[in-house]
């Protein structure tokens, strides 16, 4: 799966300037994971467009206790990292290929302190998982899919309360999509609001 062209549309009723946020799931995980909000969509008015790219190319980072942040490395699902102390201080390096082929791990090496493990996904942060206590590792794995819906005070980057992934129930695939447009309707005021819903549009298959 390459990169696919997505392009959201404003085709709803909002009056309310709200916010867009789209996310995904760590479907590695074997418990509630949180998520993160991996783009945020503001101001975008009635009949206004936001285009932006879903690529099967990661990259990686992990930060340390003493609040460095490694760079990010090229990272693809079947590779694992570590955190290990090098003479120069923590570093981030490649370990290895990882146990399941369709995860990326994230491994803390260290001796002492506990480290934060970052997937980003076209430049922006798709998932993270924090206190990795030494010899322990984090897996991350998703499907080619989406999570999106209408938010507030919700910042890019940044982890999402329960309350507000529970409340976001559509999801799209994306699976074999070459390009396509997600446009929003519903909204409104009083008795004539409807409910936001997001549907898939000039699709163009891979």
Same mark, same amino acid.
């Given at each position: 799966?390459?990169?696919?062209?997505?392009?959201?549309?404003?085709?709803?009723?909002?009056?309310?300037? @709200?916010?867009? =946020?789209?996310?995904?799931?760590? $479907? !590695? *995980?074997?418990?509630?994971? +949180?998520?993160? #909000?991996?783009?945020?969509?503001?101001?975008?008015?009635?009949?206004?467009?936001?285009?932006?790219?879903?690529?099967?190319?990661?990259?990686?980072?992990?930060?340390?206790?003493?609040?460095?942040?490694?760079?990010?490395?090229?990272?693809?699902?079947?590779?694992?990292?570590?955190?290990?102390?090098?003479?120069?201080?923590?570093?981030?390096?490649?370990?290895?290929?990882?146990?399941?082929?369709?995860?990326?791990?994230?491994?803390?090496?260290?001796?002492?302190?506990?480290? @934060?493990?970052? =997937?980003?996904?076209?430049?922006? $942060? !798709? *998932?993270?998982?924090?206190? +990795?206590?030494? #010899?322990?590792?984090?897996?991350?794995?998703?499907?080619?899919?989406?999570?999106?819906?209408?938010?507030?005070?919700?910042?890019?980057?940044?982890?999402?309360?329960?309350?507000?992934?529970?409340?976001?129930?559509?999801?799209?695939?994306?699976?074999?999509?070459?390009?396509?447009?997600?446009?929003?309707?519903?909204?409104?005021?009083?008795?004539?609001?409807?409910?936001?819903?997001?549907?898939?549009?000039?699709?163009?298959?891979?």
């Amino acid at each position: 799966m390459s990169t696919v062209q997505l392009n959201f549309v404003n085709k709803s009723n909002d009056q309310n300037n @709200s916010e867009i =946020v789209i996310f995904q799931k760590n $479907v !590695a *995980a074997d418990f509630d994971e +949180i998520a993160v #909000a991996w783009k945020v969509i503001k101001n975008c008015g009635q009949g206004d467009y936001h285009p932006f790219t879903y690529s099967s190319l990661y990259q990686v980072a992990m930060s340390d206790s003493y609040g460095n942040y490694t760079p990010k490395l090229s990272a693809m699902p079947g590779q694992a990292f570590e955190m290990v102390l090098a003479p120069s201080g923590d570093l981030i390096q490649y370990s290895g290929p990882a146990t399941a082929a369709n995860q990326i791990v994230l491994k803390n090496s260290l001796q002492k302190g506990a480290v @934060s493990g970052y =997937v980003y996904r076209d430049g922006s $942060v !798709a *998932a993270l998982k924090s206190n +990795i206590v030494p #010899a322990q590792q984090a897996a991350f794995e998703f499907k080619p899919t989406i999570f999106i819906g209408v938010a507030s005070q919700i910042t890019q980057g940044q982890i999402m309360n329960s309350a507000i992934i529970s409340s976001i129930n559509t999801e799209i695939s994306l699976l074999g999509i070459a390009s396509a447009d997600i446009v929003m309707t519903g909204g409104g005021y009083g008795a004539n609001a409807t409910p936001f819903t997001f549907t898939l549009e000039n699709v163009e298959m891979a």
